[in-house]
């Protein structure tokens, strides 16, 4: 039986865009499941006492532009830290990723085409026509999975995701949850790689006393 691997994320989150190539790749190579699990992070930060970007210190604003620089070279990309369209509302967008979840697909290639269409192209995927777009040119139908985006099935399964980050300690986008054990982050996927090439038992927070 394989194992299985859930994967939190935001589209808004340019780690998760930074991680998604590499993290699949992960999983490609040992045979895990990855149960796609986008999440609103704003009520992940809410919910975990994390603070929006805008509410952030400056110095931890700076910080950040730096790390996007580092991790765009490592990872020999080319996208816009700021582009023109971002933030978006992402509800519409999330809960397309759900719909086709639902309707028996993966995910990963219509991620990969939203990723780069929101980082490197500057295309406003909040706009169902933009998002229809992008779903055609990954292969897929998506008058019916508009229609499965904006009805109550993908509703409930989106607040059933925050429900179960925020139950499993998850706190920020990307996260990868193995075995109940925590990865947040995308500089993390060497230690999850680790975990899965060892096999070895999921750590635990420990107790002092």
């Known amino acids: 039986m394989p194992r299985t691997i859930d994967y939190y994320f935001s589209l808004t989150s340019p780690w998760a865009y930074l991680g998604h190539a590499p993290f699949m790749d992960i999983t490609h190579r040992h045979g895990v499941e990855v149960n796609y699990k986008p999440v609103f992070l704003g009520r992940v930060f809410s919910e975990t006492g994390g603070l929006p970007l805008a509410q952030r210190h400056p110095v931890r604003q700076r910080y950040r532009m730096v790390e996007l620089q580092r991790w765009r070279e490592k ?28 309707s028996g697909k993966s995910p990963d290639p219509f991620l990969r085409r939203i990723f780069a269409a929101i980082w490197e192209e500057e295309r406003d995927v909040g706009n169902p026509v933009v998002l229809a777009e992008l779903a055609e040119a990954a292969g897929l139908d998506s008058s019916s ?65």
């Open 145 to 209: 999975l508009m229609d499965l985006a904006t009805g109550s099935v993908t509703e409930a399964i989106y607040a059933l995701n925050l429900e179960n980050a925020v139950a499993g300690d998850v706190f920020g986008s990307p996260a990868y949850v193995l075995d109940d054990e925590v990865f947040w982050g995308q500089d993390r996927l060497d230690l999850l790689d680790d975990a899965l090439r060892t096999g070895r038992p999921p750590y635990r927070p420990s107790v002092a006393g």
């Open 75 to 102: 990872r020999a990309l080319s996208f816009n830290l700021q582009p023109k369209y971002w933030p978006f509302d992402v509800n519409l967008p999330d809960r397309f990723i759900i719909a086709i979840t639902v």
